[in-house]
């Protein structure tokens, strides 16, 4: 059996800037610390956390007036004023991209843009980013979901984990139906590079773990990239494999969400490993083969 790891999986820039400024956090205050939701989609992580003193509520109402984190998706302005009005220590940890996305929606709104936003509406990184728009906005899914309507000024920002073929598609649709039309193309740069590399690796396997927290949206994208082009399984830790899904395959593909530790992945593989009846179990994800698209040309 040929377990490959897809290139760029695990932690991005963003999830590990939140998870070490929780852990500086932590150490600095001996009696702790909230977030005010999860600080990422990851509840292996947050757990890790919770031992470490930094606990999750599940609003600003509810830490006791302790210092709260701001989680790396972000959170409302409305929610940031009542901190800062209650004199309530705020530590933000939102992921710089996403920060940048919400300053650039909130100047097209000042500058008389309605705004598109491609997203889920329910996810905190977009009901943070709604926050910031004071003009008209409409979040859409998908480009069939933009109302029929034409605009005179339009505007099209994305949640920084969606895929660059569904804003394409979104795109697509608002040139036809707007005289003035701005793109800011927020995706993030790490998500593409992630969803390539998953894309990449499920061409060529017999399946695909997918390895991540069960709300992280950007794991939930790869899982359905993955679909699209072999079996594949959604799992949160090595504990949910199944024995039977490894019968008679050759090729095994693993990726990782960017919410994903490295000891996750690790457990995974060693798991796999010992499935297939083989010894040879690694200690660190840079000794699992990375899928490499030249590998398969012929």
Known sequence: MLIRLAENSGFCYGVKRAINIAE?????????????????????????????????VDDVTDGEGKPSIVRSHGLSRKKIKYMNDNNIEVI???????????????????????????GDNKHPEVVALTSYIDGDYQVVNSASEVA???????????????????????????????????????????????????????????????????MSSNTKMLATISSEYTTTYHIE?????KNEWFLDVENVGITAGASTPDELI????????????????????????VFKEEQNEF
Do not use: W
């Open 24 to 56: 500086r956090e932590a150490e600095k205050r001996a009696s702790g610390l909230v977030t005010i939701g999860p600080i990422i989609h990851n509840p292996q992580v947050v757990k890790r956390l919770h031992d470490l003193g930094v606990v999750e």
């Open 92 to 118: 933000d940890a939102t992921c710089p991209y996403v920060e940048k996305l919400q300053m650039k929606a909130s100047l097209l709104s000042n500058e008389g843009y309605h705004i598109i936003i491609l």
């Open 148 to 214: 029929s309507k034409y605009y005179k000024k339009l505007a099209v920002v994305s949640q920084t984990t969606q895929t660059l073929e569904k804003f394409r598609a979104l795109v697509s649709k608002l040139l036809n139906i707007s005289y003035e039309l701005h793109i800011v193309n927020t995706i993030c740069s790490a998500t593409s590079v992630r969803q390539n590399g998953t894309r990449k690796l499920a061409k060529n396997s017999d399946i695909v773990i997918v390895i991540g927290g069960k």
């Open 237 to 241: 830790t090595y504990k949910e494999l």
């Open 266 to 289: 690790i457990e995974v593989y060693n798991k796999i490993i010992n499935i297939n009846g083989d010894d040879e179990t690694k200690r660190f994800v840079s000794e699992i083969a």
